[in-house]
T-cell receptor, first 115, second 114 residues
């Protein structure tokens, strides 16, 4: 009965590879997010989708491409991985912006290590 | 642009001590305010939130926070900490009416000694 789930939990890969992280939520939310937490624990938003439409796209290298096949899923694909991509990636979901119920609930995180 | 400042990066307390973690934000409009906690190796969990109404907000595990609009502050408090409160604490804000982009502070690492 996990609310926001992510796979995989750990991902170790070589520089230059392409990898994907998957996120699913069963909270019935319309809006989903990707955040990056760096080695100093600093959290920064990357993307957000509302009802499968991209609404937030921060200054992120275009090697990162989110995809939302439906409201319950938001995947993150990363091309040509670099050492600096090593971080913990958190997925989150919420009711739509400005709904008055936009508290975000976070997944367990995916720890990515690029060697 | 919005920003969030957490004054204490590391706090070390003994059990039963009182806790206050500072959080100030910078934004000219109306905001929603949040405190999240991240226990070692775990995901972020919501401690409490403020959208409107009573500026003194009570959350889970005995935590509370007070929104002081004139000071742009949302400090987190707990009267008596426990060893199990050892964690990283994040203050976050979003602009009401926006796209719900959460801006986080740098976090405060709390260590509670038995």
């Amino acid at each position: 009965d996990t609310a926001v789930s992510q796979t995989p939990k750990y991902l170790v890969t070589q520089m230059g590879n392409d990898k994907s992280i998957k996120c699913e939520q069963n909270l019935g939310h319309d809006t989903m997010y990707w955040y990056k937490q760096d080695s100093k624990k600093f959290l920064k938003i990357m993307f957000s989708y509302n009802n499968k439409e991209l609404i937030i796209n921060e200054t992120v290298p275009n090697r990162f491409s989110p995809k939302s096949p439906d409201k319950a899923h938001l995947n993150l694909h990363i091309n040509s991985l670099e050492l600096g991509d090593s971080a913990v990636y958190f997925c989150a979901s919420s009711h739509p912006p400005s709904s008055g119920r936009e508290t975000q609930y976070f997944g367990p995180g995916t720890r990515l290590l690029v060697l | 642009a919005q920003s969030v400042s957490q004054h204490n990066h590391h706090v070390i307390l003994s059990e039963a001590a009182s806790l206050e973690l500072g959080c100030n934000y910078s934004y000219g409009g109306t905001v929603n305010l949040f405190w999240y906690v991240q226990y070692p190796g775990q995901h972020l969990q919501l401690l409490l939130k403020y959208f409107s109404g009573d500026p003194l907000v009570k959350g889970i595990k005995g935590f509370e926070a007070e929104f002081i609009k004139s000071k742009f502050s949302f400090n987190l408090r707990k009267p008596s900490v426990q060893w199990s409160d050892t964690a990283e604490y994040f203050c976050a804000v979003n602009a009401r009416g926006g796209y719900n982009k959460l801006i986080f502070g740098a976090g405060t690492r709390l260590a509670v000694h038995p």
